[in-house]
């Protein structure tokens, strides 16, 4: 009679056992997600100087690629873009196609300005984006000098959202396209301004 009360009893605290049971722990969020452009606020802009005169701009306004986003560790992002020459604009038309003549960027024979990162690094509050750039049919490594500007939720469009900021100094003659060399100046400063959301 005893035995047969302790099994009941046994079977009747069987249920809170369960209860007790830690939850299984839920999976871990991806380190790397890919992050696609969005080409209506990314744009790059570069700017130079025209006979001591004046210091003319131009943006790049079709920006395509997408950014390996590690939100834990950014020095394991990556980010990859390709900027089609029809996509620059002056303001100006005739500076338009003069810049992607034969003169300047040739944008017949080469249709596309490219970038790949190959290193992020953290420098202060800043960023240190070194990468494969290629201008005019010739690749050169440089280095971007960056900033995180915000990653979170976009709370107009509802989707994880990544923003970048980035400034270079690069010599166009490098790249062979030395026109006017050096009445319009061979330095050219960039900024870049990039924004993403997380892929579908």
């Given at each position: 009679?005893?035995?047969?009360?302790?099994s009941?009893?046994?079977?009747?605290?069987?249920?809170a056992?369960?209860?007790?049971?830690?939850?299984a722990?839920?999976?871990?969020?991806?380190?790397?997600?890919?992050?696609d452009?969005?080409?209506s606020h990314t744009?790059?802009?570069?700017?130079?100087?025209?006979?001591?005169?004046?210091?003319?701009?131009?943006?790049?306004?079709?920006?395509?690629?997408?950014?390996?986003?590690?939100?834990?560790?950014?020095?394991?992002?990556?980010?990859?873009?390709?900027?089609?020459?029809?996509?620059?604009?002056?303001g100006?038309e005739?500076?338009?196609?003069h810049?992607?003549?034969?003169?300047?960027?040739?944008?017949?024979?080469?249709?596309?300005?490219?970038?790949?990162?190959?290193?992020?690094e953290?420098?202060?509050?800043?960023?240190?984006?070194?990468?494969?750039?290629?201008?005019h049919?010739?690749?050169?490594?440089?280095?971007?000098?960056?900033?995180?500007?915000?990653?979170?939720?976009?709370p107009?469009?509802?989707?994880?959202?990544?923003?970048?900021?980035?400034?270079?100094?690069?010599?166009?003659?490098?790249?062979?396209?030395?026109?006017?060399?050096?009445?319009?100046?061979?330095?050219?400063?960039?900024?870049?301004?990039?924004?993403?959301?997380l892929?579908?």
């Amino acid at each position: 009679m005893k035995r047969l009360a302790l099994s009941l009893l046994l079977l009747a605290s069987l249920p809170a056992f369960a209860q007790d049971k830690p939850a299984a722990a839920a999976a871990p969020a991806a380190a790397v997600q890919k992050y696609d452009i969005d080409n209506s606020h990314t744009f790059v802009t570069f700017t130079w100087d025209h006979i001591g005169f004046s210091k003319p701009s131009a943006r790049l306004e079709k920006i395509n690629g997408s950014l390996m986003l590690d939100k834990n560790d950014i020095t394991k992002s990556s980010v990859n873009v390709t900027m089609p020459l029809d996509g620059l604009h002056t303001g100006v038309e005739k500076l338009d196609a003069h810049m992607k003549s034969a003169d300047m960027f040739e944008a017949a024979k080469y249709p596309d300005i490219t970038f790949k990162s190959t290193k992020i690094e953290k420098a202060g509050a800043g960023l240190k984006i070194t990468g494969d750039l290629s201008v005019h049919g010739v690749t050169k490594s440089i280095v971007l000098n960056g900033k995180v500007n915000k990653i979170g939720d976009n709370p107009m469009l509802k989707v994880p959202s990544a923003g970048f900021d980035a400034d270079v100094v690069l010599k166009r003659s490098d790249f062979g396209v030395t026109y006017a060399v050096p009445a319009v100046s061979d330095e050219i400063t960039v900024h870049i301004t990039l924004d993403s959301h997380l892929a579908k």
